[in-house]
């Protein structure tokens, strides 16, 4: 049996089930992004249930720094670690290496770098990823990889690439490797692949076909959102996804807004987490179904309605405006969760409606109205 099954297609948008050790992950998906095993603003285990989380995802480099994987690892593995039963995906500490640009140095072996917390010398490269993920025990562990930058040099490009490809096939060994051993608590670890290549259209699809021939679990895009128009992020998206494997989940890392979803289901996207969702709430900007609101104006101060009428997340189900904005003003740590719950609620939820208008062949028209009602206010 294939891991990816595709229950429907409308266009290149794609209605699937994956198939893991932990359960199956409906898609598209929007993955809940815990970066040190928990969601910034206070949100438990408990809620991520509540709220329909299907895939929490975690950071690799960070678990590393603290509190380290040997001692996630001890206590059982990160599903054991954070109580939570559902799928995991950990990223590979590739990202850090494009975001602590200043505190690394890049060689064939991989990547040094400075914690970002006290200074100290850490050492990652595909095997010690590899180590770190399968130590943390996640579901899907990600490739390392570089994420070079979308305005870098074109010959700096090719060079990363052809690097990040040498060192997928030295990840894909070390899974192998590791999903044997005696003591190792995930043995059915599965590995995604990263296609990159800044925006050079030719250098991705040259890319996508060579890591294709892996025939690994699943694929992701990465080095996408880091400073490239959107156009530019859908233009990569369209001419990569049809060089990846037509029956393998592709995830989109790092991204985005609503519009960006519905605009990259479109084109053939499976897999998605971005950040915005919570950061967006810790700073009081919500997303609704008529456009984000800035829960610190003044307007608000007496509002007695929900976040948004209608909707059935917890917050929306018992609070007020006006008592939340009054939480964050007071800087009460409750005020940030209470907005938190309701935007990853919120992604979540239309990720539900992406999938139940794909099931009914209607997902041209739902988009169409999506997009017209995000844009409010």
């Known amino acids: 049996m294939s891991r990816f099954e595709i229950i429907k297609k409308e266009g290149l948008a794609k209605r699937g089930r994956f198939d893991t050790v932990h359960g199956v992950i409906e898609t598209p998906v929007f993955m809940n992004v815990g970066t ?37 690892k001890k206590l059982g593995g990160l599903h054991k670690f954070m109580s939570w039963n ?15 640009a200043s505190l690394r140095k890049i060689k064939e072996e991989g990547v040094t770098f400075q914690s970002h917390i006290d200074g100290r010398k850490i050492f990652m490269g595909p095997e010690e990823s590899m180590k770190i993920q399968s130590n943390l025990a996640s579901t899907i562990a990600m490739a390392f990889d570089e994420c070079p930058n979308s305005k870098a040099e074109r010959k ?10 040498r060192w997928l096939e030295r990840c894909k060994a070390e899974m192998n490797r590791l999903n044997s051993l005696e003591d190792t608590i995930n043995k059915d670890q599965l590995l995604f692949g990263i296609n990159q290549g800044a925006i050079f259209e030719d250098i991705r699809i040259e890319h996508a076909k060579r890591i294709a021939e892996l025939d690994l679990p699943g694929y992701a895009i990465g080095g996408l959102a880091v400073g490239e128009t959107h156009e530019e992020m859908y233009n990569i998206i369209e001419k990569t996804v049809p060089y990846l494997p037509g029956d393998k989940p592709v995830y989109l890392m790092g991204v985005g807004t609503p519009a960006n979803i519905l605009e990259a289901v479109e084109r053939g ?16 900007h919500l997303y609704t179904n008529h456009g ?18 209608g909707c059935q997340c917890p917050t929306c189900q018992r609070y007020s405006r006006a008592y939340i904005r009054h939480l964050l003003k007071a800087k009460e740590m409750l005020g940030m969760r209470l907005c938190v719950l309701h935007n990853l609620y919120f992604y979540n939820n239309m990720m539900a409606e992406i999938r139940e208008a794909l099931d009914n062949g209607n997902f041209k028209e739902y988009k169409k109205k999506k997009l017209e009602a995000v844009s409010g206010e």
């Open 36 to 72: 040190v095993a928990a969601i910034k603003g206070a949100v438990s285990t408990e809620d991520l249930e509540r709220i329909g989380t299907q895939v929490e995802l975690s950071n690799t480099y960070h678990l590393h720094v603290r509190p380290g994987d040997e001692v996630v």
């Open 86 to 100: 559902k799928p995991i995906l950990t990223d590979s500490g590739g990202f850090q290496v494009f975001s602590l």
């Open 156 to 165: 700096y490009v090719e060079e990363s690439v052809a690097r990040t490809t």
């Open 269 to 284: 996207v499976d897999f998605f987490d971005c950040v915005y969702p919570s950061r967006n709430a810790r700073h009081a």
């Open 292 to 309: 984000k609101i800035n829960l610190m104006n003044a307007k608000y101060e007496t509002d007695d309605s929900p976040i948004e009428e």
